[in-house]
């Protein structure tokens, strides 16, 4: 499948596309150098992600894998490049996460990729748009997903 382009909507305009897929983000790489730049900064060293020998020998993954909070924390990239530009906005801000499940671990080397649907578009004020997305992150031949999550993000209009 390709990716979506994002295009520029107004609210109106998304709010019509409810319930619909608005955007598919092109596939990431998660080699072990992005695990153990993650695992440093996030003082996570857990020999699951940074020790490939002990991670072969010792787990039931047959590698390293990502941290879920990782994949996750891919979710940024992978919707600014997917999902639809808000016309008039001045800026989005990331107003949090719910039902965030970890559902198969991501194994070096794979590729993950976001798909975003639209669930809800509110109007908290005039100037300031509540965006909810379900978001699931496939991994490239996997057949259960890597995460999904509840999404919500804040436009701010000017």
């Known amino acids: 499948m390709n990716v ?8 109106d305009d998304l709010k019509s596309r409810i319930g619909q897929e608005v955007g598919v983000s092109s596939w990431k790489m998660i080699d ?11 003082e996570d060293l857990q020999f699951i992600h940074v020790d ?5 020998a010792e787990t039931p993954f047959g590698s ?13 990239a ?10 008039n906005r001045v800026m989005g801000i990331n107003y949090g996460l719910e039902r965030v499940r970890f559902l198969s671990p991501v194994p070096v080397g794979a590729r993950v990729r976001g798909r975003f649907t639209l669930s809800e578009v509110s109007m908290r004020s005039e100037s ?3 965006l909810r ?11 259960k997903p890597a995460l999904a999550a509840e999404w919500i993000t804040l436009a701010v209009l000017g």
């Open 78 to 87: 992978m919707g600014q490049e997917a999902l639809p530009t808000i016309r």
């Open 133 to 143: 997305y379900q978001v699931t992150v496939e991994i490239e031949g996997a057949e």
């Open 52 to 56: 490939p020998e002990r991670a072969l």
């Open 32 to 42: 072990q150098n992005r695990i153990d730049r993650f695992a440093a900064v996030t």
């Open 4 to 11: 979506h382009a994002p295009v520029s909507v107004s609210i």
């Open 128 to 130: 300031q748009a509540m």
């Open 64 to 76: 390293t894998i990502a941290h879920g909070f990782l994949t996750l924390s891919l979710l940024s």
